[in-house]
């Protein structure tokens, strides 16, 4: 039986990060990781800004408010705002809106939409989540929403519980399910690199559901999957693995012929196809209501 203790899934989670090969052949500090985020923030951009995506938004920012979640009037936090997909929506109800983004590219797409949509309830915050005090900037229950969509900011337990500790009402976390996510496209890659399996269990949403359950919160649990076709030139491809695979190894001839091979493997006129699935966890609940331990 599962354990009900949170000192056992803190300690499993953190367990699992370290183990995985990610985190052990990282060589760069996460906020060198912004490089990635700053090359693909376009692409990111059209891509989720397409209308089925824009339409299940739609539907979750719904959901969060016939639950109570999020209603006018609320200070909300986005962690990872990226280009603006969730920030954008949230304002429309909230009374203000502080949207976290490190990425430059990412922010400066978020600041045009802002401009754009003629919004003033948004301000945009250059710092990455693990840059944050929260005493120093007296965030310590500070928001009646704490919004996390998909981002790296939410890495393991400290991350998750200052997240908690940032709000006095509610909190929004989706992650990846079962191992299936954008990431996991690489996988193939990463095999005929290192090796070994592409490890993203430290990503999966069972580890802070069962922290938070665990902590006497009872989160809504609920589960989006969806089919994708990666098609990028054969350069463009080329220049986004090896950007990926450049936080992980040091890149040489080796690296470069294999990845130059795994793109034509799957070009077709000169064009990447790689087709891959993903499942999303999407996780709310409130950080002022726990029931008795058991």
Same mark, same amino acid.
């Given at each position: 039986?599962?354990?009900?203790?949170?000192?056992?899934?803190?300690?499993?989670?953190?367990?699992?990060?370290?183990?995985?090969?990610?985190?052990?052949?990282?060589?760069?500090? #996460?906020?060198?990781?912004?490089?990635?985020?700053?090359?693909?923030?376009?692409?990111?951009?059209?891509?989720?800004?397409?209308?089925?995506?824009?339409?299940?938004?739609?539907?979750? &920012?719904?959901?969060?408010?016939?639950?109570?979640?999020?209603?006018?009037?609320?200070?909300?936090?986005?962690?990872?705002?990226?280009?603006?997909?969730?920030?954008?929506?949230?304002?429309?109800?909230?009374?203000?809106?502080?949207?976290?983004?490190?990425?430059?590219?990412?922010?400066? &797409?978020?600041?045009?939409?802002?401009?754009?949509?003629?919004?003033?309830?948004?301000?945009?915050?250059?710092?990455?989540?693990?840059? &944050?005090?929260?005493?120093?900037?007296?965030?310590?229950?500070?928001?009646?929403?704490?919004?996390?969509?998909?981002?790296?900011?939410?890495?393991?337990?400290?991350?998750?519980?200052?997240?908690?500790?940032?709000?006095?009402?509610?909190?929004?976390?989706?992650?990846?399910?079962?191992?299936?996510?954008?990431?996991?496209?690489?996988?193939?890659?990463?095999?005929?690199?290192?090796?070994? #399996?592409?490890?993203?269990?430290?990503?999966?949403? &069972?580890?802070?559901?069962?922290?938070?359950?665990?902590?006497?919160?009872?989160?809504?649990?609920?589960?989006?999957?969806?089919?994708?076709?990666?098609?990028? #030139?054969?350069?463009?491809?080329?220049?986004?693995?090896?950007?990926?695979?450049?936080?992980?190894?040091e890149l040489n001839d080796t690296i470069h012929e294999a990845v130059a091979a795994f793109v034509d493997a799957r070009c077709t006129d000169g064009v990447f196809h790689q087709q891959h699935e993903a499942c999303q966890g999407i996780m709310a609940w409130r950080v002022d209501q726990k029931v008795a331990p058991l």
């Amino acid at each position: 039986m599962p354990s009900m203790d949170a000192a056992f899934w803190e300690t499993h989670w953190r367990e699992i990060v370290a183990s995985t090969p990610t985190r052990r052949r990282e060589r760069v500090a #996460p906020s060198a990781r912004l490089k990635r985020w700053n090359a693909m923030a376009a692409d990111f951009a059209e891509r989720t800004g397409r209308r089925e995506q824009g339409k299940q938004r739609r539907e979750i &920012i719904a959901g969060l408010i016939a639950d109570g979640i999020l209603r006018p009037g609320y200070r909300v936090l986005d962690i990872g705002a990226g280009p603006g997909n969730w920030a954008l929506l949230l304002a429309q109800t909230a009374d203000h809106v502080t949207a976290l983004e490190p990425a430059k590219a990412m922010a400066d &797409i978020l600041r045009e939409r802002i401009d754009d949509a003629g919004i003033a309830n948004i301000i945009v915050d250059r710092r990455t989540w693990q840059d &944050i005090d929260l005493a120093q900037e007296q965030w310590e229950g500070a928001f009646d929403l704490v919004f996390a969509s998909m981002t790296p900011g939410i890495d393991g337990p400290d991350n998750l519980k200052k997240m908690m500790a940032a709000s006095r009402g509610a909190c929004y976390l989706s992650k990846f399910s079962g191992g299936n996510g954008g990431p996991q496209r690489y996988g193939e890659l990463w095999q005929a690199v290192f090796g070994e #399996p592409h490890d993203l269990r430290s990503g999966d949403i &069972i580890y802070p559901f069962n922290l938070v359950y665990a902590l006497g919160h009872r989160p809504s649990l609920q589960f989006h999957t969806w089919q994708r076709e990666t098609r990028l #030139p054969r350069d463009e491809a080329i220049e986004e693995c090896t950007t990926y695979l450049e936080g992980y190894t040091e890149l040489n001839d080796t690296i470069h012929e294999a990845v130059a091979a795994f793109v034509d493997a799957r070009c077709t006129d000169g064009v990447f196809h790689q087709q891959h699935e993903a499942c999303q966890g999407i996780m709310a609940w409130r950080v002022d209501q726990k029931v008795a331990p058991l």
